[in-house]
């Protein structure tokens, strides 16, 4: 009896794992949900996020607002629902933007070794940096945007998507079936990504859903300093830090954006976990 399973067998196995994990359903749900409340925000019953009435600043939850209203007389519970489309943008975008080009220079990093010295240096010393001050430092430089909190996001991120995607390529490329693709005269780009960057997407799945979830609450860090997104946008660090003023006296206007913030990270973190369980072959077996 062959006791090699077959590719497609394994892949399914794999999948059938990873839909039942705990985390990933877990995680999953609060993604779905939180997903689905930012894209339906105009028929969840929000009014204009930015529209200011003076004469009804902070007001107690009513039938007109569900959460009451803040400094300014907006309401609450729109501005929460509509800064959960802030929130998941950024996320993604500095996600797939790290990913991007952190792979990129990872792969070249780690296949040719006269450049692995330059550019790893260079990698340290971004790293050396903490992220929150970096980011801090690059939107202090520039008009605070959404452009500009990616940007400043995800630069900081960059060198840990190199050093992994860097790690894969020295493990793989003294592979023989790397080897013989050599010995045949295939092209080096083809080598690369035919060959060479399968071997990456395992681990970069599991690193991006970090990523995703670190730009969420960095950002939210830094919105809540007055160093992240305009005022007129809404954000959930911007909630926060206006509300924090009146946590005693109305702390609705802390708490919503609160919950939402942690409920989108935790589902995030949890789906990176169920991916590292059913992709990691050690943890796998143990399934």
């Known amino acids: 009896m062959n006791s090699l399973v077959s590719p497609s067998a394994a892949a399914k196995r794999r999948l059938r794992a990873f839909l039942t994990h705990p985390s990933v359903l877990v995680g999953g749900l609060l993604i779905l949900s939180v997903a689905l409340m930012a894209l339906a925000a105009p028929l969840l019953g929000t009014i204009d996020p930015s529209r200011i009435e003076p004469a009804m600043r902070l007001k107690p939850p009513s039938e007109l607002a569900?959460?009451?209203t803040d400094l300014f007389g907006r309401d609450v519970y729109s501005r929460a629902v509509y800064g959960a489309r802030s929130s998941i943008l950024i996320g993604l975008f500095v996600?797939?933007?790290?990913?991007?080009?952190?792979?990129?220079?990872?792969?070249?990093?780690?296949?040719?070794?006269?450049?692995?010295a330059i550019v790893m240096r260079i990698m340290d010393g971004l790293?050396?940096?903490p992220t929150f001050l970096l980011a801090i430092a690059l939107v202090s430089l520039t008009r605070a945007s959404v452009a500009t909190v990616v940007v400043a996001l995800t630069i900081p991120e960059i060198p840990?998507?190199?050093?992994?995607?860097r790690s894969v390529v020295l493990t793989v490329r003294e592979e023989s079936f790397v080897e013989a693709a050599i010995s045949v005269g295939t092209s080096t780009p083809k080598?690369?990504?035919?060959?060479?960057?399968?071997?990456?997407?395992?681990?970069l799945m599991v690193l991006g859903t970090y990523i995703c979830a670190s730009a969420i609450l960095i950002e939210a860090g830094l919105s809540f300093l007055g160093t992240g997104?305009?005022?007129?946008?809404?954000?959930?660090?911007?909630?926060?830090s206006e509300g924090r003023t009146f946590f005693q006296v109305a702390p609705r206007l802390v708490f919503l954006p609160s919950l939402f913030l942690a409920l989108t990270v935790l589902g995030i973190n949890l789906l990176g976990d169920g991916l590292r369980d059913t992709l990691d072959p050690r943890i796998a077996?143990?399934?």
């Open 66 to 68: 569900w959460f009451g």
């Open 229 to 240: 997104l305009p005022p007129e946008i809404p954000s959930w660090g911007n909630m926060i």
């Open 95 to 116: 996600a797939a933007a790290a990913l991007l080009v952190g792979v990129a220079i990872g792969l070249v990093t780690g296949y040719f070794r006269w450049v692995d």
């Open 127 to 129: 790293m050396a940096i």
């Open 285 to 287: 077996k143990r399934m």
């Open 191 to 203: 080598i690369l990504i035919r060959h060479i960057l399968p071997s990456t997407y395992a681990p």
């Open 160 to 165: 840990r998507v190199v050093r992994l995607v």
